[in-house]
């Protein structure tokens, strides 16, 4: 290569490095955000102005910017070499909180084609924005928040006082229900009830200015806002001082009422105490009267003066009377009490009750201490004769119903010729048991307390020997008397049987009276219920322990088989009545019949009898009707016969009943026989 040729080459890339590295200068030069640093209010809005210069001499330029506030890019067209190229856009702060916030902003330049055909040139910058709420802002926040917290402290205060005012009230009720006087407690709970009813009523008020005061926040309008607010505050605060007012008032008024229940209390208790003090002082005497009425009553027996102990009883028993009567004038005053003077008032009333009844007491005593000394000398013979005394009543009692045992044994047809004989010999010596127990109250009245006590005790020793004898036949007598039973259940049921047939021979009949047929069988109805009870009655003699047991159940037993038998006869003698209005036997289809309520029927007859042929008939029915009447006379007064040998009659002296073939009282001693 030759010199000239060699210098041109190197000139020529001398000015191709040249042109590339102006061609290479920055599309992006002295980029700018003006202002990069703001402060806004919340919600505030500010315009950001931003520039750069294309500084390639040779190549124009496509631009576009980019903000995160609107995450968008935004086309700037053709940046031509050395042109400035501003652009404009908004950033704005938030709606609420206080900091700062930042804005990206990027630019972003690609080249054309040919000796600019180059990478494309970027470039990020930021906008730092500080962001506060406004003083206007502030001060509606801050008020709504005191208004809020103002609210709270006034429902807090409320419900304090409605719970007092509540407790108040229950304290009142529970006052009024014990009777008290409660009208100055309960103008302070009126005046309780007031305040709490103004409270709520501020508190409303109060709640609905704070949500008006929400709304303009909402809106943005602070200044009504902060207004709304301070109406909230001043109706909240206004609640809470009547709150208070009524918890107040409602705490006086508990505490009154407080006061007065335990006051009421008091009284209430003294009276209580002192009118069961006097109940139980007339109950003292009314105890000390009956220990003098039991010791007259023992001394009258023993034949002692009773005189002035029966006139000091009977002022006892006056005076107890007048207790009583000031025991319930005292209760009726406990019970309407309404103030204190009530309650005064019953313990006085109590007070003179129990002040009686301390004389009655007093009397009753003395009626019978004196008494009592004289029976403790004759208590020996007193004791002697009572014994007896119940001994030969015992005894007494059982041959009673003996007798009857045997009779109704007997109709049955089973021998009791033994068991009739110690029967008769125990009534021998029963007769002298009584004999000797009168005698024994006798010595015992004249003083004779020694002879008294051996003639009691030859009673008594009579009335065991009685009861001794009877108790070594008691097993004959259950087995004969079971056998006996045994019959007559078995009787029983074939008259039962045959009750059945007659009744429903009755109710099969036309003509036949339905009441009577009714009665027929109410009455057998009636005689199997007995027949049942003379089964259990028979069982219970089997087990019967002692004499005494077995008496009493073969009493019980034969009275059943009685009473069945009566009603099986009354059951019979109703069904036979009934068929006496017999017009017509049912047969073909001479007639149709239709029941009626308990048996008999309603009957249409096809044909008419003669009219002689019904008078007959009618003839024969009323015989019949007299026959069975006459028949049931007769039955009756033979029972009536029957029952007259268990019959007794009462002393003349005492008034004790007492059997028609005794020759003393066995209760006073005296003498009613031959």
């Known amino acids: 290569m030759n010199k000239k040729l060699l210098k041109f080459s190197f000139a020529n890339l001398i000015v191709f490095l040249i042109v590339l590295l102006t061609v290479n200068a920055a599309a992006i030069n002295n980029p700018s955000l003006n202002p990069n640093s703001i402060s806004l209010y919340h919600d505030g809005k500010q315009q950001i102005t931003g520039q750069f210069t294309n500084s390639n001499s040779w190549c124009n330029v496509g631009c576009q910017y980019y903000t995160s506030e609107s995450g968008l890019w935004t086309s700037l067209g053709n940046v031509e070499t050395g042109q400035t190229k501003p652009f404009q856009f908004q950033v704005s702060a938030p709606s609420v909180g206080s900091g700062t916030k930042t804005v990206s902003v990027k630019i972003n330049c690609q080249y054309g084609g040919g000796l600019c055909s180059y990478p494309q040139e970027n470039w990020n910058g930021q906008i730092t924005i500080a962001y506060n709420p406004s003083p206007e802002e502030s001060q509606a926040t801050q008020k709504q928040t005191t208004a809020n917290s103002e609210i709270n402290n006034a429902k807090s205060l409320i419900s304090e006082a409605t719970s007092i005012v509540n407790s108040a009230q229950e304290k009142i009720r529970e006052a009024s229900n014990l009777g008290a006087d409660i009208g100055s407690t ?10 709490v009813q103004n409270a709520n009523n501020y508190l409303s ?43 107040s008032n409602a705490d006086s008024a508990k505490a009154q009422t407080t006061s007065i229940i335990e006051e009421w ?21 009314k105890q000390r009267i009956q220990v003098g009425e039991s010791v007259i009553y023992n001394a009258t027996i023993l034949g002692l003066d009773t005189v002035q102990a029966k006139a000091q009883i009977a002022t006892a028993g006056t005076k107890v009377d007048s207790a009583t009567a000031y025991y319930q004038e005292a209760s009726s005053m406990f019970k309407a009490a309404t103030n204190k003077e009530s309650f005064e008032g019953a313990k006085s009333k109590a007070q003179s009750a129990i002040d009686i009844a301390k004389e009655a007491e007093q009397l009753a005593t003395s009626a019978y201490s004196s008494l009592a000394a ?49 029967a008769t010999s ?88 339905a009441t009577l047929i009714v009665s027929a069988q109410n009455s057998l109805a009636d005689a199997k219920k007995s027949l049942e009870e003379v089964k259990s009655h028979t069982d219970k003699v089997k087990t019967a322990s002692g004499l005494s047991d077995l008496v009493k159940e073969l009493d019980a037993a034969f009275k ?115």
Not at 186 to 195: D, E, H, I, R, V
Not at 273 to 280: E, F, G, P, Q, V
Not at 387 to 408: G, H, P, R
Not at 451 to 474: C, F, H, P, Q, W
């Open 560 to 674: 059943a088989v009685d009473e069945t038998n009566k009603k099986i006869t009354d059951s019979i003698n109703d069904a036979k009545s009934a068929k006496l209005g017999l017009v017509k036997k049912v047969a073909g289809v001479g007639a149709a019949a239709a029941g009626a309520a308990g048996g008999g029927f309603l009957y249409y007859r096809w044909r008419k009898k003669k009219k002689g042929e019904k008078s007959k008939e009618k003839e024969h029915a009323g015989k019949k009707i007299k026959h069975d009447k006459e028949e049931k006379e007769h039955k009756e007064k033979k029972s009536k016969k029957i029952l007259s040998l268990f019959s007794k009659i009462k002393c003349p002296e005492c008034g004790h009943k007492i059997k028609k073939n005794q020759k003393f009282c066995p209760q006073c001693g005296k003498k009613v026989g031959d």
């Open 186 to 195: 309960q103008l302070s709970l009126n005046s309780a009830n007031t305040a």
């Open 426 to 513: 125990s009534k021998t010596t029963i007769d002298s048991a009584e004999d000797l127990l009168s005698q024994a109250k006798n010595r015992q009245a004249s003083g004779s307390f020694n002879e008294a006590v051996g003639l009691a005790n030859k009673a008594r020793d009579e009335a065991a020997k009685s009861m001794n004898r009877l108790d070594t036949i008691s097993h004959t007598i259950s087995l004969s008397a079971q056998k006996a039973l045994d019959d007559a259940f078995e009787k029983s049921k074939s008259k039962i049987a045959e009750a059945e047939s007659e009744v429903g021979s009755a109710a099969s009949t036309y003509g036949a009276t």
């Open 265 to 285: 209390n008091r009284l209430k208790t003294a009276a209580q105490n002192k009118i069961s003090d006097a109940n139980s002082a007339i109950d003292t005497a």
């Open 205 to 247: 008020s109060a709640q609905t200015a704070y949500s008006d005061g929400s709304s303009n926040i909402n809106s943005k309008n602070w200044n009504v806002a902060s207004s709304n607010f301070d109406t909230a505050i001043s109706k909240a605060n206004q609640a809470q001082s009547s709150a208070t007012t009524a918890k």
């Open 374 to 422: 004289t029976l403790a000398v004759a208590g020996e013979s007193s004791k002697a004769i009572l014994n007896a005394n119940s001994e030969v009543s015992q005894i007494n009692e059982i041959m009673t119903k003996l007798d009857y045992i045997i009779i109704s044994t007997e109709k049955y047809g089973v021998n009791l010729a033994d068991t009739k004989n110690v």
